[in-house]
């Protein structure tokens, strides 16, 4: 079975710039997440998607900040425009979905952003 | 709410010493809990989870967690370290509606 897939792998912008990273969850799995990994600390969920539906949005800078699922499947986060402090590894993760809090999260690799 | 607290953001052990990563948890609820590995580079993957069921837990790579209650308490162990099992260690809780709160992280370091 594939795994989650993101891209690109890594990112290099300047502040003020835009920029864009790609998911593509397991296939068949409802809920993907968008997380935030800063060096030295665990990753912090920025929003989760049942399907094409935001469920969580919290923790989503929403004035930089945004996200879209559309068809359900594949995702894009986008930052614009970029901060030094967005500088991370933001990680796309996805379940099988359901009402369950038992379900596994599948990672993927990460795209590590650099923001100088 | 929930949350977990990992204690010493390092820890250092021989090759085939024992491996103790500590993990405290704090929830309302009975709680499901989380150890994910992250090696450099990559994603997070799943070592094992405890959702309510045996509270020692066996998982990948010869890793197992005990479940206290009086404790609140996950630690995670394995018998003898090898150098393949540096990397970052993550205990997460789950929130419920599928969500994960993840601690800070204990970066494993082995040597030879």
């Known amino acids: 079975e594939a795994g989650v897939a993101q891209s690109p792998r890594y990112k290099i912008i300047e502040k003020r710039q835009s920029v864009a990273f790609w998911c593509n969850p397991i296939?068949?799995?409802?809920?993907l997440y968008w997380y935030q990994q800063i060096l030295g600390q665990g990753p912090k969920l920025l929003i989760q998607?049942?399907?094409?539906?935001?469920?969580?949005d919290s923790q989503l800078p929403k004035d930089r900040f945004s996200a879209e699922r559309l068809k359900g499947v594949d995702s894009t986060l986008k930052i614009q425009p970029a901060k030094l402090e967005d500088s991370a590894v933001y990680l796309c993760?996805?379940?099988?979905?359901?009402?369950?809090?038992?379900?596994?999260?599948?990672f993927g690799a990460g795209t590590r952003l650099s923001v100088l | 709410a929930q949350s977990v607290t990992q204690l010493g953001s390092h820890v250092s052990v021989s090759e085939g010493a024992l491996v103790l990563l500590r993990c405290n948890y704090s929830?309302?609820?009975?709680?499901?809990l989380f150890w994910y590995v992250q090696y450099p580079n990559q994603g997070l993957q799943l070592l094992l989870k405890?959702?309510?069921?045996?509270?020692l837990v066996k998982g990948i790579n010869g890793f197992e967690a005990e479940f206290k209650k009086s404790e609140t308490s996950f630690h995670l162990t394995k018998p003898s370290a090898h150098m393949s099992d540096a990397a970052e260690y993550f205990c997460?809780?789950?929130?419920?509606?599928?969500?994960?709160?993840f601690g800070t992280g204990t970066r494993l370091l082995v040597s030879p």
């Open positions: 929830s309302s609820v009975p709680p499901y």
């Open positions: 998607f049942q399907n094409n539906g935001v469920v969580d």
């Open positions: 405890y959702t309510s069921a045996a509270t």
């Open positions: 993760a996805s379940s099988p979905g359901g009402s369950s809090a038992k379900n596994i999260q599948y």
């Open positions: 296939s068949g799995h409802a809920t």
């Open positions: 997460a809780v789950s929130t419920g509606f599928q969500k994960l709160v």
